[in-house]
């Protein structure tokens, strides 16, 4: 069982930044990690993926405004986001397992973080 804890959501006006932070509770995880959000009335959809070597995938909304990272060291998985816009309003998640691959659009992955709010206002 993996424990993910996020940190790091909050309000910002549009335009502005937030970093999202998620620790890991195993340190010899070393497959897919990735974060999700929901925005109220839509379904959970991916936002961006990391693979063991440090491949990432994003969804096309995020493509160039978020960078998915982490930081083996420490256990940890970050999303930072710049270009933050009103449509962007959602609880975030934090997620790790599903196939190796990591391909966010495609991603099922087998634990989930409590999630974390991010608000964005004009």
């Known amino acids: 069982q993996i424990r993910l804890v996020e940190s790091g959501g909050g309000s910002v006006q549009a335009g502005g930044s937030l970093r999202l932070s998620c620790e890991v509770s195993?340190?010899?995880?070393?497959?897919?990690t990735a974060w999700f959000r929901q925005a109220p009335g839509k379904e959970r959809e991916g936002v961006a993926g990391?693979?063991?070597?440090?491949?990432?995938s994003y969804a096309d909304s995020v493509k160039g405004r978020f960078t998915i990272s982490k930081d083996n060291a420490r256990n940890r998985l970050y999303l930072q986001m710049n270009g933050l816009k009103v449509e962007d309003t959602a609880i975030y998640y934090c997620?790790?397992?599903?196939?190796?691959?990591?391909?966010?659009?495609?991603?099922?992955?087998?634990?989930w973080g409590q999630g974390t709010q991010v608000t964005v206002s004009l």
């Open positions: 997620a790790a397992g599903g196939d190796w691959r990591c391909a966010i659009q495609t991603l099922r992955p087998t634990y």
């Open positions: 195993d340190y010899n995880y070393n497959g897919c």
């Open positions: 990391i693979d063991l070597l440090g491949t990432t």
